[in-house]
């Protein structure tokens, strides 16, 4: 694993502390091989990095870094969804519901497809601010990510890259999209939410940017000074679906070292299939 240099890992380790407790989680026996690989991957790109991954069929787990807070800039509006998703699912709103002249369903559009920060926050007021989206993650039992401003207050604040407030752990993540790809929402929610994110228009050069044509991505990015993060689905040709999350902060060429990240655990999938099917074959 990765090491960071001790004034930073202090800091991190700060931040840490003060999110809501998570265990710590270790790469699957299986998924060792992967986390080498990513591990050389990441240590020939400047920068700090973060990542997990889980097999939403079976469970194996990857991580690098995967228990250290990073700034989640705009990954936090999967958590704002998800409340305010909720809020539908039991009915004490809808997304017809006007807001500042705009309906909920065109904010949530806005927020997820173009990133935008002012209808993130219309949204994030609507549900009753961070205070709530805090509350409805440790309801629902997502430990590891803290949210504490606005996206207007969390921008006018500098020192981004290693900021104590509004972070996350890769580890924290996967499980925060592991729970809104499970019961926690309607279908008919988590429809609308991934079929939102499968229209990401900011993260063309991140996941997405190496995988094979026509591989089924539906991912949230976000964006600040010296932090590039981009999380989500990755759908594999077999319909397996893997949840992962790359978060980067310093360093350079981040966006193509997300992109190397998503490769090398698409393949590792890719293989496992390839190799799955060869046995099949051999036995038939």
């Known amino acids: 694993m990765r090491l960071l240099p001790l ?3 202090l800091a991190c380790c700060l931040a840490a502390g003060l999110l ?10 299986a998924l060792i091989g992967l986390e080498r690989t990513l591990s050389a991957l990441v ?25 250290i807070a990073y700034p989640m800039a705009s990954t936090v509006k999967l ?31 806005l927020m997820i497809v173009r990133s935008d920060n002012h209808a993130a926050d219309q949204l994030l ?43 996350a752990t890769p580890n924290a993540m996967v499980a ?8 926690l929402l309607s279908a008919e929610s988590r429809g609308l939410l991934f079929g939102l994110m499968s229209r990401c228009a900011t993260g063309t050069r991140r996941i997405r940017a190496l995988l094979p044509a026509g591989t089924r991505v539906e991912d ?9 993060n981009d999380v ?3 759908t594999m040709p077999d319909g397996r679906r893997l949840a992962v999350a790359v978060f980067a902060r310093g360093g350079r060429d981040r966006q193509p070292g997300i992109a190397a990240v998503a490769r090398a655990i698409y393949d590792r999938f890719a293989d496992a299939e390839r190799n799955a099917l060869t046995l099949f074959l051999q036995l038939k």
């Open 7 to 9: 004034p930073r890992l």
């Open 20 to 29: 809501l407790p998570a265990p710590a989680q270790a790469s699957s026996p």
């Open 43 to 67: 240590a020939a790109w400047p920068g700090d990095y973060g990542i997990a991954a889980l097999d939403l069929r079976d469970g194996s787990t990857v991580s690098i870094n995967g228990d």
């Open 79 to 109: 958590a704002i969804a998800g409340a305010y998703l909720t809020d539908v699912d039991r009915g004490r709103r809808r997304l017809t519901d006007v807001i500042a002249g705009r309906s909920a369903a065109q904010l949530m559009e």
């Open 125 to 167: 007021a609507a549900v009753g601010g961070p205070v709530a989206v805090q509350q409805w993650l440790a309801t629902n039992g997502i430990a590891g990510i803290r949210v504490d401003r606005t996206i207007a207050q969390l921008l006018r604040e500098p020192g981004h890259v290693f900021d104590s407030k509004d972070v």
């Open 176 to 183: 925060l999209l592991d729970k809104l790809n499970g019961p």
């Open 220 to 228: 949230k990015t976000g964006t600040l000074d010296g932090v590039t």
């Open 232 to 234: 989500g689905f990755i």
